[in-house]
């Protein structure tokens, strides 16, 4: 097992990332469980595939779990969702010194997180995360949100969670187009700060889509490291470190609006096309070489993962895109800095990207390839 400690100012949570956590859940949360019940707010197929693990656990040291179902995709992430769970954890009497479990992937960790931020003003949250993506990514680092009419997380908190088990054996039940999609933000990783880990993946990927025990830990723990290092550094997205991490997600969330947050574009795979379209343009800009770019290109193929808009055969142009993108949370007074890139490794903050070109950029690549 990895531990990984995020140190922030003042508090510190662990990440621990190996097989056979969740049936070791009732040792790893006894500190957070002061009643006979926890609750444990859950995907449906999480559960459906875990739940009697957790539950084993738990009642092992005289827990008794009380679940309340969540329904999988973005559309649980919604005003109406965070009122039926607020209130279900009211009714359960939960108080601010109380945890409440979140097992599934984003989605459930977001909703549940924003739950627990705004409950009593505050209250514990514990993170078991089932996908790739949540344990390498949403899992860690406290942003939780909803989704609105208007667009993605746009109505959230930062809310640390007090514990993140990430148990790699959970992986093995994901379908294999929802785990391709979680590598991309592996793959992001290596992207933005660390050359030698994306020459790694490079290499491994197949070992660790194919869930590999010891490649799939690296991966994982050093995804995670990786972000615990910049959440440590700028926790509220202040000085700007943290903004790195959306690497991808400015044209990723553009895309995600264009195809209404629907299972035709997963989060990760809108990642995944938003790293070649920021690599592309990097390279327009002339700030990235076209080899890199194209290196880059090439290793989302070799993931299985989609790297041309062009195929999506989108009903819009580049200006209908580039208009996702003014709900961006990053918007600061009227400009929306992008995040580019310099090289692989090298991921930086650009305040100087005109809108306009960008959509200009966008109609080149919904045309070409």
């Not at 190996?18 to 949360?29: F, I, K, T, V, Y």
């Not at 444990?40 to 595939?49: E, G, L, M, S, T």
Request: aromatic content about 6%.
């Amino acid at each position: 097992m990895a531990v990984i400690p995020v140190e922030l100012a003042g508090r510190r949570y662990e990440v621990r990332v190996g097989p056979g956590l969740l049936a070791d859940l009732g040792a790893h949360a006894k500190p957070f469980l002061r009643k006979s019940h926890a609750c444990i707010v859950a995907d449906q197929n999480a559960r459906k595939h875990w739940g009697e693990t957790v539950g084993r656990s738990l009642q092992a040291e005289g827990i008794e779990p009380r679940w309340y179902d969540v329904a999988p995709g973005e559309a649980s992430k919604s005003w109406e969702s965070l009122a039926h769970l607020t209130d279900w954890l009211l009714g359960q009497g939960v108080e601010r010194g109380d945890h409440v479990f979140a097992l599934g992937g984003g989605v459930v960790g977001d909703l549940t997180g924003f739950a627990c931020a705004i409950l009593k003003r505050g209250c514990g949250f514990v993170q078991l995360p089932t996908t790739l993506l949540a344990q390498v990514d949403s899992s860690v680092g406290g942003k939780t949100a909803i989704n609105t009419a208007a667009g993605k997380n746009l109505i959230g908190a930062f809310h640390q969670p007090s514990l993140v088990l990430a148990d790699l054996d959970t992986l093995a039940t994901l379908p294999e187009r929802e785990l391709r999609a979680g590598f991309a933000e592996v793959l992001k990783y290596g992207v933005l700060g660390d050359r030698d880990f994306f020459a790694w993946l490079e290499a491994h990927a197949r070992a660790v889509l194919a869930l590999d025990p010891a490649d799939l830990e690296r991966a994982v723990a050093t995804s995670v490291a990786a972000k615990a290092r910049i959440v440590a550094e700028d926790e509220r997205e202040i000085s700007g470190a943290r903004a790195l991490l959306n690497l991808g997600h400015t044209f990723g969330h553009a895309l995600e609006a264009e195809t209404g947050f629907s299972d035709r574009l997963l989060h990760g795979e809108a990642v995944a096309l938003g790293m070649v379209l920021a690599a592309r343009y990097s390279a327009r800009r002339g700030d990235l070489s076209v080899t890199d770019a194209e290196r880059l290109t090439r290793a989302v193929d070799a993931a299985g993962l989609p790297s041309e808009i062009a195929a999506l055969q989108l009903p819009c142009d580049g200006r209908a895109l580039a208009d996702h993108m003014l709900h961006d949370k990053k918007m600061d007074a009227g400009t929306l800095p992008f995040i580019l890139l310099r090289s692989i490794g090298a991921a930086f903050l650009a305040r100087d990207v005109a809108l306009d070109d960008v959509a200009a950029f966008l109609d080149e690549q919904l045309q070409a390839h």
